[in-house]
């Protein structure tokens, strides 16, 4: 697992401007970290609250690493700092950010200050967002937020407003790809080519953490098998409930990611543009010419309705089937009537 900021040198950058804000007293009590998901955005919040709390580090831009406040960081049992993220569910509920309210408001035990870190805050709803507004609203000087929003999923406006983002950028492709090459050489555990690595790369968007995670928990395999199934789907050579079968098995959220990916290629593609992921241009492409450009938009459309379904349990197989069958009304007629 990777806890240190020196690791991910794309983050350098944004990282000695905070702690310099910090060291000159112009650190905002509401952080939110913004960027594409998979750069470390996670790391540079613990690593974030880590120095927040040090005491032996003086005027330099890490933790130290061994005072008191470092040692109980490092074995996970700090009571000044505290994380919040969706737990049995898509979104973090109200009783969650009650207890973070508490929290704020408690006298720090061992630190000088406190830190709360809201993991996934664009995943708050209605209700959990308005209990936060209050801790927001009525910050008390020893507590610090720091909020991290998923990319591409909007933050809710009263949340935003009272919060100062800072954009983390990621490493450009050849760093992203030297890095995954040094994170996973050596370790017997990962089983990754360089065909591998690159696929996992593309899948991810470039970003280097995320890629690894595919490689750790096999998801480029998943990934193909679900693409070489979806082929023969387009072909009616599979049936839409065997089809379906190696997206369940990615999971139902993962599966609307890799198609979120693909209607937006197609999208690209129908206005000339080119797919982002190269093994799936060939099909793309083709039902690019067969189709108006708003019907990218369209599919788009029907994975958002399904990824708002997400908290309320939906049926992952009949869900997958019923998308997979939009993208079946993509092809032409006679295709579609053959067999």
């Known amino acids: 697992m990777i806890t240190d900021i020196d690791s991910l040198p794309w983050l350098s950058d944004s990282w000695h401007r905070l702690v310099q804000r910090w060291q000159e007293g112009r650190l905002p009590h509401a952080i939110l970290l913004e960027g594409r998901n998979g750069i470390g955005k996670d790391v540079f919040a613990q690593e974030l609250a880590r120095r927040l709390v040090c005491e032996g580090s003086g005027e330099a831009a890490k933790p130290c690493g061994h005072c008191k406040q470092c040692e109980l960081v490092a074995a996970g049992s700090h009571p000044d700092i505290r994380t919040y993220r969706p737990e049995d569910s898509k979104v973090i509920k109200v009783d969650q950010v009650r207890a973070l309210g508490d929290f704020a408001v408690a006298s720090p035990q061992v630190a000088r200050n406190k830190?709360?870190?809201?993991?996934?805050?664009?995943?708050?709803?209605?209700?959990?967002?308005?209990?936060?507004?209050?801790?927001?609203?009525?910050?008390?000087?020893?507590?610090?937020?720091?909020?991290?929003?998923?990319?591409?999923?909007?933050?809710?406006?009263?949340?935003?407003?009272?919060?100062?983002?800072?954009?983390?950028?990621?490493?450009?492709?050849?760093?992203?790809?030297?890095?995954?090459?040094?994170?996973?050489?050596?370790?017997?555990?990962?089983e990754a080519d360089e065909r591998a690595m690159e696929r996992a790369l593309q899948l991810s968007g470039g970003a280097p953490l995320l890629a690894r995670r595919y490689l750790d928990e096999g998801y480029v395999a998943a990934v193909d098998q679900c693409l070489a199934d979806f082929r023969q789907f387009l072909k009616l050579k599979l049936p839409p409930e065997d089809a379906a079968k190696p997206f369940v098995k990615l999971g139902l959220e993962n599966s609307l990611d890799l198609m979120a990916g693909w209607a937006a290629d197609l999208a690209r593609i129908s206005v000339g543009g080119a797919a982002t992921d190269a093994a799936m241009a060939d099909v793309l492409g083709f039902l690019a010419q067969q189709n108006p450009p708003h019907r990218a938009h369209d599919i788009l459309a029907q994975l958002t309705e399904s990824r708002a379904g997400l908290s309320y349990n939906l049926n992952p197989e009949l869900e997958i089937e019923r998308l997979l069958l939009q993208w079946l009304a993509l092809m032409p007629r006679k295709r579609r009537r053959a067999g």
């Open 115 to 190: 830190v709360i870190i809201l993991d996934s805050a664009d995943q708050l709803n209605i209700n959990s967002a308005n209990a936060l507004l209050k801790t927001l609203e009525e910050p008390n000087p020893d507590v610090t937020l720091i909020l991290l929003q998923q990319a591409g999923k909007p933050l809710l406006p009263t949340i935003r407003s009272r919060c100062q983002s800072t954009l983390l950028g990621g490493p450009s492709m050849d760093d992203a790809a030297a890095w995954l090459v040094r994170s996973v050489a050596g370790d017997e555990a990962v």
